[in-house]
């Protein structure tokens, strides 16, 4: 059992060029989010999906954009990497129901030069 | 805006003490998250609490939860260096569509020393 998935693990990108951070999770859970971790704090969420075809912006949206291809698939994109965007990118999921546990993937290392 | 304020940021403890992180967050919520981060890896879920006076215990772990107070304790006993890691809480909001929120805390840096 998978869990949740992310590709790349590691990423550098000049600054300007674009990219898109893929999660997948085998679950089959209702929501799914993104989230960035900065050296010393808590995780942030940029952009959370409640269920296939929604999606909805978080605490620092700013930079990105995601898609929610199918139900198990919830992909962010960087159209234009800026230095403030190095970071560690953590793709979650959590099914609907009441009291269940919220699942992280591996994490995405992206450095912007 | 949902603030979640975790303390202390670092602890160094001594192998076989005891010690409690605090986790205060601002607004109404039913729902805490506990996780661990060792370094360089993803997060570890430790516990889900999810009512008032909810108590759960793991091995030298326990957390409890007051929703009253706003506050969430976890408490360690009799530390081993295996627990060293950065612990993290995190409060839980509706959002849209029944998508829960989670807002973190900064995490509290754990080293048990020998």
């Known amino acids: 059992n998978a869990g949740v998935t992310q590709t790349p693990k590691f990423q550098v990108l000049k600054t300007g060029q674009s990219m898109t951070l893929q999660c997948a999770q085998d679950?089959?859970?209702?929501?799914m989010y993104w989230y960035r971790q900065d050296p010393g704090m808590g995780l942030r969420l940029i952009y959370y999906s409640a269920s296939e075809g929604t999606t909805d912006k978080g605490e620092v949206p700013n930079g990105y954009n995601v898609s929610r291809l199918n139900k198990r698939e919830f992909s962010l994109r960087l159209e234009s990497a800026a230095p403030s965007q190095t970071s560690v990118y953590f793709c979650?999921?959590?099914?609907?129901?009441?009291?269940?546990?919220?699942?992280f993937g591996e994490g995405s290392w992206l450095t912007v030069v | 805006e949902l603030k979640v304020e975790q303390n202390p940021l670092f602890l160094s403890m001594q192998e076989g003490k005891n010690y409690t992180i605090y986790c205060n967050y601002s607004t109404t919520s039913d729902r805490l998250y506990w996780y661990r981060q060792d370094p360089g890896k993803s997060l570890e879920s430790l516990f889900v609490?999810?009512?008032?006076?909810a108590v759960k215990q793991e091995g030298r772990l326990m957390a409890s939860l007051d929703t009253k107070a706003r506050l969430s304790t976890l408490h360690i006993t009799a530390a081993v260096h295996d627990l060293s890691a950065t612990y993290f809480c995190a409060v839980a909001v509706i959002s849209s569509g029944s998508a829960r929120q989670l807002t973190f805390g900064s995490g509290t840096q754990l080293t048990v020393l020998p």
């Open positions: 609490l999810l009512s008032n006076g």
């Open positions: 679950m089959n859970h209702n929501s």
């Open positions: 979650a999921s959590r099914e609907r129901y009441y009291g269940n546990t919220i699942y």
